[in-house]
Each structure stands twice: as structure tokens, then as C-alpha cells.
């Protein structure tokens, strides 16, 4: 079967840094994406990475170690507004459509 | 990235009947589209690839005969959720591919079932 694991939830106050790692076991992998939902809102796209290392968006990262099967959601300098779940999602191959498996979410609760 | 959008956002109906969900992509052609749903503080399980012109595709454990899916148009898929029941109350979500990696997600439909 396909899984994605992801911490549930994780506290942090205005201004902190947080890391969500997330490590997977699927049989095919393309690329892990992440992406932020607020309560009772849409799913949207923060990052992706097929390669191994580090891609940066702002005060976002997204890490990726396919060696490991490891991979990692970087917020720096949070903000209030970043209280959300975040998902990472694996595309198993390219032909399939993109179509994803998303991990369980983590809440993250920002504390001012 | 393509701008989606759902119909109804929420619906209360009956134990028995059936409701129709609309996905609509209004500035992008999609063959494909996802539907999703997503139960309270869970996560998204996608439960069929709804195919422009053909049938859709539908991931393991899912009921075809109980959820219908029609991709009327390259903007335009719908799920109906026939005869629900109270278990089938939950948070429905199309999304769009806007590439290889990238999805861009309706903002959702939440069903009631009493």
C-alpha cells in the first residue's frame, strides 16, 4: 500500500521556525509536493520537489532526500496567518495524471 | 493557475435521496479532474479520476454505483452521491491539474446528510 506520515500537529509562537517532516513508502515516486489548507478552505499549492535538496519560496522550504524516502516543509518567520494544515502529497509517476496520495496533515497552531 | 469552483458549497438532504455536485474550471480545459473527499481534521482521499469522454476511474474501495461521475465537458465534471446516508456527510472536493505536480483544488462542497 501507499503511506504518507506526517506529525499531527505542532504548536510554535509568532516569529518561530517549524519543520514538518514527512516520509513516505509508495511503490513509484515522481516528486513530494506540499500543500496548506485553512479550516474549511481549499487545499493550495505551497511547493514541490523531485529532486534531492532544497527549494525555497519565500518563507517557505521544501526539502526532498529520495534516498531516504524523506522530506521536509521549512516555515520560517511564522505568522499568525500560517495556523493551517499542511500536507504532503506524492506523485507516483508521471503518466498518472498527476494524481496524488496525500499524507494524514499536520495542524499547525501558531501562538502569538 | 486555473480558478475552480464547486456547487453547491454546502447541502442539507435527506436520508435516501441523492445530490449533484458540480465542479467547474473557468479558465482551463480539463480531460482530467479529481474528486476528493475529506472527512473532520483528516486528510484528502481521492476517491475517483473523473475522464473528459470516457468513464471515470475509480480508487479502491469506492462505489461506483453510489457515486456517479460525469465529465460533461473539458470545464464541467459532476458527482452525484446517490441514495446518501448519514455516513456519507463529509467534505467534497474536485481538483484540477495544472501540471505534473500541481493541483488546483475547488473550495469544497460540504454535504449533510440527516
Known amino acids: 500500500g501507499q503511506s504518507l506520515e506526517q506529525p499531527s500537529e505542532v504548536t510554535a509562537v509568532e516569529g518561530a521556525i517549524v519543520q514538518i517532516n514527512c516520509t513516505y513508502q509508495?511503490?513509484?515516486?515522481?516528486?513530494l509536493s506540499w500543500y496548506q489548507q485553512h479550516d474549511g478552505g481549499a487545499p493550495t499549492f505551497l511547493s514541490y520537489?523531485?529532486?534531492?535538496g532544497l527549494e525555497e519560496t519565500g518563507r517557505f522550504s521544501s526539502f526532498l532526500s529520495r534516498s531516504d524516502s524523506y522530506g521536509y516543509l521549512l516555515l520560517q518567520e511564522l505568522q499568525m496567518k500560517d495556523s493551517a494544515s499542511y500536507f504532503c502529497a506524492v506523485s507516483r509517476t508521471k503518466a498518472a495524471g498527476n494524481k496524488l496520495t496525500f499524507g494524514g496533515g499536520t495542524r499547525v497552531l501558531v501562538k502569538p | 493557475g486555473a480558478v475552480v469552483s464547486q456547487h453547491p458549497s454546502w447541502v442539507i438532504c435527506k436520508s435516501g435521496t441523492s445530490v449533484k455536485i458540480e465542479c467547474r474550471s473557468l479558465d482551463f480545459q480539463a480531460t482530467t479532474m479529481f474528486w476528493y473527499r475529506q472527512f473532520p481534521k483528516q486528510s484528502l482521499m481521492l476517491m475517483a479520476t473523473?475522464?473528459?469522454?470516457?468513464?471515470?476511474?475509480?480508487e479502491q474501495g469506492v462505489e461506483k454505483d453510489k457515486f456517479l461521475i460525469n465529465h460533461a465537458s473539458l470545464t464541467l465534471s459532476t458527482l452525484t452521491v446517490t441514495s446518501a446516508h448519514p455516513e456519507d456527510s463529509s467534505f467534497y472536493i474536485c481538483?484540477?491539474?495544472?501540471?505534473?505536480?500541481?493541483?488546483?483544488f475547488g473550495p469544497g462542497t460540504r454535504l449533510t446528510v440527516t
Open positions: 473523473s475522464n473528459e469522454g470516457s468513464k471515470a476511474t475509480y
Open positions: 481538483s484540477v491539474p495544472g501540471g505534473i505536480y500541481e493541483q488546483y
Open positions: 509508495t511503490s513509484g515516486f515522481y516528486g
Open positions: 520537489n523531485a529532486l534531492d
